[in-house]
């Protein structure tokens, strides 16, 4: 990366030769990783230091227009910032990325910032096919969250396969109680059909909440015509349980509507990956969505789509309507470069461990207070029954825990509203614990210590 | 905001009494203006220092759940991060903004985050109704650009007045040679119907290129049952001018169609601002859309809605699906802060100023050349004739000034296409410069004596 | 720290009382050892956060009259800077420390800066008595290093006792082969008369190289009036071992001559201080001076002089000449913060394994080469003799483990030069390595596989 | 300085390979002053941005051993630290400058900072000539204020001439009321005696407190044998002027003696340049003395020692004992790169326009109160008589200023005490105030209203 021009010029500098070139030994070892970078443009093994990361993007952002000293800047709008301030907390993208006419068109006023735009879609998408989807051709980071990213993907397949048409498309959708897909579907202008959660033994685990096929199908016969795409789900809180993805898939194929995957907080799970490997090659998958901050440890607020098919990409990437703030691009960027290949895989063996952790210390409350926990075999989340629990109390309990700084367990009290439970055949109330990517093994410990306290107390 | 204790705790530690009282009356100084903005909610008439804005976001952000020590977090995502840097580049708000339900819900996780985009609606809001809207009651910050936020606009009115049916929306707009808003209202599923532009004497200026409200009245006789929404616009490149937004209100308000404003960077035209007041007390306006980098010298990526009607602010922050990133809304935040009222008002004034310079620099290229300035007198931008060049090296004045570092000039040459004009009717090529707010005098110089080069060069 | 108010004027911002009041709690916690830290002022059991190590810079510099914004400085100096990188690296403390009068003294430009030193002196001097020298009284960051700062402490002795004439002071000291000890009393004019090192079996292990309490007092006798100082040494590398401090302590009192300790990196090693200890109970301890760099892993740059008598270290503070850089003061602040007592405790236990594994692991290469490891008990060092390398090699052996990018080993070949054994009496060449405080484990055990690949490629 | 296989590699990434041609002369164009630094080593005519300068340390830090990720480290101090931010606080340079030896000795493990180190005094020295002192030839940054170095030259210098014997060495010096030099030169063992300060018409004035050769000689003939050097003065408050620094350079030369000039803030001053050049030309001068703060506006700590005898500053660089911090010499290096020659000479400029201001308004209170400027022409500072108040009063002067929150005026009553006038035959008290570089001139004005203010209080 540095001319060899660089060393010569340090001569005579009252530092011996042999030091000089001793030292660019190690000089030349932090940055030998960031030229790698540019030319494999895949996911580093090992985690890059800080100091790294500040430099690939001190070089990129300094690609940009509103960095050159020497140009003339007479548009509407040129990077300006008011306070450097607004540079550090940017990235230092401060012409966004993007252009009127496409997310990841080359802005011709920021290269640095169009080349970070598309090294990080190539390497989120070296690391995700690595863990396990390596039939997906294109990844794209979106500046928004999953919900939106859902609606985003179907409003650009909608464009690619030119199937809208002056009435609004009608999407089938698999229950989840969760309400930014469903807003995000009414975003883009569509109309929602959910498909009912049901509550028992299942093609996945012994109970738990899942969805039949057999009712999507006779739901999709009685307005087939109008349907133009189906959201299937992989990841919600227990007792939720993943779809048949594979027989969506199969099913969209046959039925030729788009299939969009909410993987929100999948790519975690290997297990999932599989299934949803699986289900491209047996049937149809256009779009897979997943949260960055929810997978790769980012700060709230971008997702990632991928698709075997990168013209489905380039679709989806030319609805969003001009220049988006490159933030959550760079962050992920700055995640994913902070934890090298390596660095994530042992992550998401530690959120295995953990999951194993919470599991057997929530069964040991269980035990103590008559509650089981529900075997759906959930890979992040569990779920304990709350049947013993005088339900006017339940309230209490989550109001407790939120005094005793534990944030985070969802309580669902199905007498009061079934929302959340993605079904209306649960027979008890529950809470549910999380031991998603990142989590500390003693947060998971403490609370649980925490949760048996809160329930001694309102018994 | 310190305690007494504080200072007191500071005795026998060396350095005498007065010292520390003297040395506490600067301290409390710098403090003041934080403890004014949280009690006056409003942008302070003089710019924040540096050290005052990172302040303000460490006391804010240090109320968001992730920054507790002593939390027990479990949820499936808890504002973690892999890296510092992360926490630096989103100005430590790593939970985003906004809940599943609404892009202003408060977030239990994230007090900090909540107060901080509270606090910068109310700012923005402040310093809009200062700037000569006072009619408008509700300001809210999206962390998009003005295409897709005109598109937010639209779904939230439609979803407000209840008005979407199983049909698309169709949706009036003049003509806007720009992709971004014709992409936004698309984005939410609407279908639009253009009001061309013409070009002569209007209602604004001696010459330019308008629309015209006969036209409009015309267009939506035609199919009026269907028509859910006009969308107007107050700024273009030169030669466009202004719609006449006042009859339009008026128009909008007859036909009980919703009416929004694309004032992309009007904020910084306060005779902009004067009809926009007038149209909204002689008409109807629901929303006004302006971009925060535009007017406010933020990095890309944000945009302002504000509307007379608080509610309808409401409907529109409850259209968007989950969380979003909080980078655009604390860029605003900081950008505001550190002008403070005086120094915006300056930088307006300052914008006024080189709007002049450039129209005088570029006159007298226009008369060395034969060429004429069109008299549309455009706020921020001039255009300039190039009716005595050869049409066939247009394309080459462009590439000149590019590798003369010169970024911002817009070369329309009608002979290849109209696209950038507005209309159909202009007679001949033309360039366009712009001196908007935070533009430098010396560039505007620099960047007319390198035109002339450039034309010499071609001719 | 925080004034109730503030949270009450966070009430009707969009975030409810509740929310506002739980997220008060966290963040409480973290400024709450801030102010613990101004009342207590001694180490934190636990270290601290980046942020609240920030945070109590930014209070204490924002005392300084040059972040006044109200002040008007007409002074010849006014920790005016030109760039803001410089309140960056300074730590914000523009106006360094002291006054010309002295190096402690209370700055009136500079509350801050003085507060910031004075609790930096109490903090270091809190740990210092609580490992194991709780007889010390008080305690001075200086910002030079060991040499410098023993050089200092002698002239402020002379200074205190009055015994400075005419005539230069002759100081007597124990031998250590290091140049920055005989520059800094030669600095302040002294004349160094040296006791040679003798090796083999002594007072404190098996054999090793060490001074003869016996020679000292021969020396003594033959010019006693014009001795003023004695300085001993607790640290070298192996195998020179720690001076038989007590005895000089007693000769010391008899002989009525000041005594300064060398203790350059003896704070982490618990056997020192207690040496030292019982030195001061038994005899004549004047100052003890040890680096910041060494002993607590700040940049290179500091000490810390302690003494059993507060007098003297005023004495000592008074004889420096005008304000001095803050830098080596709040380096070391920052370092005992982030580390907290605790975490400065495990770095001790760490680095007696380490020392522990070094010994092995050296022990191996010397069986395989028939060498010895010196048994000189080293608390931080380790040598082995090279008795069966060729002396003309041993050279090349140091530029292959340089070469190997491995630094810190020293190789003292005696057929050369003896300086660095501290004596005339080695019979052999030897190597030493060091398990300092910090260093990691696996460095330890690389470093020995790369010496060993070394004397097999000379041999 | 980059490869051209950087730009290369950047190729195929989604941005054309004109845009990345482009962007590459904006970002060639922010290395390119960089790299002519480490070719020219001298001052650059046009101010850094703040980017260039932290890339700067960023480059040379990197070269330290410390940074080297592929190191193996068992020295018994390696740099190491407990936490980033004492990275951050000290420029990057953890392993200080020096090495046990000599102050500028190339230290192995720091090439980096021995790089900084050289570069800092090559470009010190580069913007000293070129003010007017083209005659010094080398030039020092040492890591402590005016008053040590005072002390630390003369120790250099008597090392340098071998004139050091048993017996202390006697120092002349013209009297300055300060006390940091009388106490550097007691710190190195140093005997002082003082020049009287006379007061009247002289060399220099007409009116002022000034030094007379002849007394300078008399005081010499009484006790030659034992002289060794003298240290004269070029800066200090009004009413003291400059000494006739030409006639001590001969006396020196005369009698062999060396001579040390204070020139503590005199770099600012051309004409104190032009009278040290001559005095070198027509005599003798060893060494300069110039503080880093008064003169280049970085944090207090530092000063600069230049000598016509670049074997001199060898010498004094050899008497310091070990390594030293390092943040004395990167913050002036980090000042000198932000301001520039241009911009320091503009800086010149402005502090010769603000003394004058400065006269004048301080005239306006004179001539309102019946006193008068001291006519003793100070290129700083400008002293007011106070013959007028009540001399009880002007201790409450001070007061009413100090809490009217002026820092920096100096009031000499000298009733109470002749010290801080340099001389015994002043005839009233007086105030001073200074116009120094780096101030504001609406400082200026408001300090003059706000004595006025306070005189009228206490009359």
Known sequence: MWKKEFF??????????HMIKRSSIGFNAIWKPIMELFQQRKIPELGWSNFQIRQLLDILSNMDSDKDPGSIRIGEREGRISTDILNDISGGFCHGIGRSGELTAAQPKAAGASLMQNLTNKIVLSLIKSLGLPNVKAALTIPFGTGMSIGMAIRGALNYYKIDFHEKPIILMTQIDHKSPRKGIEYIGGIIEIIPGRYGENYYAKEGVFT???????????????????VSSTCFFAPRVPDNI????????ENQIIHIINNA?????????KIIRQSIDAGRVDAIIQSTDKNFLTPVGGAVITSPNPDLIDAISKCYAGRASASPVVQLLVSLLSM????????????????????EALSNVAKEFNEHIIECNNPVSCAMSLKNVNPDKIQDLGGILYNLRVTGPRFI???EDPFGSCTNEMKWPYIVMNAAIGVKKEHINEAVVRLKRAIKQIK
């Open 8 to 17: 010569n010029s340090l001569e005579n500098l009252g530092v011996p030769s």
């Open 212 to 230: 039949n096929i057999e009712e999507i199908k006779e739901i999709f016969q009685t307005n087939s015509n109008k349907i133009s795409a189906i």
């Open 246 to 253: 594979k027989e969506i898939a199969k099913f969209a194929k």
């Open 265 to 273: 907080y999948g790519l975690q799970t290997p297990t999932l990956l």
């Open 340 to 359: 090298g290949k390596q660095g994530y895989l042992s992550k998401i063996e530690k959120q295995q461990q953990n999951r194993k952790i919470l599991e």
């Open 413 to 415: 009290n199905i007498h």
